[in-house]
Nanobody, 112 residues
Framework: QVRLVESGGGLVQPGGSLRLSCASSGNFFSIYSMGWYRQAPGKQRELVATITAGGRTNYADAVKGRFTISRDNAKKTTYLQMSSLKPEDTAVYFC??????WGQGTQVTVSS
């Protein structure tokens, strides 16, 4: 079972930036696709971004041009760089592995 641990969330003003990290356990991190999802209060969990083992990325329309997903296979870590944050980006952000594992989530709040 792959264990995922997110970090980096917090309170940020509109227009600000945050970088989320997702540390993964296990020995085969480099062969799995990874993803970031988010869930706002009262809403369903939605896809934010994914990255394949080969580094190909995909983004939700709402975050294109503002968020960047990346991975460091040596550190078994997936990142989500978030810029130009908006209040509607407020949510719990979850890391997901192609193995089906989920992290516990990290809260991101965008507010002045």
């Amino acid at each position: 079972q792959v264990r995922l641990v997110e970090s980096g969330g917090g309170l940020v003003q509109p227009g600000g930036s945050l970088r989320l990290s997702c540390a993964s356990s296990g020995n085969f991190f480099s062969i799995y696709s990874m993803g970031w999802y988010r869930q706002a209060p009262g809403k369903q969990r939605e896809l934010v971004a994914t990255i394949t083992a080969g580094g190909r990325t995909n983004y939700a329309d709402a975050v294109k041009g503002r968020f960047t997903i990346s991975r460091d296979n040596a550190k078994k870590t997936t990142y989500l760089q978030m810029s130009s944050l908006k209040p509607e980006d407020t949510a719990v952000y979850f890391c997901n592995s192609q193995t089906g594992s989920w992290g516990q989530g990290t809260q991101v709040t965008v507010s002045s």
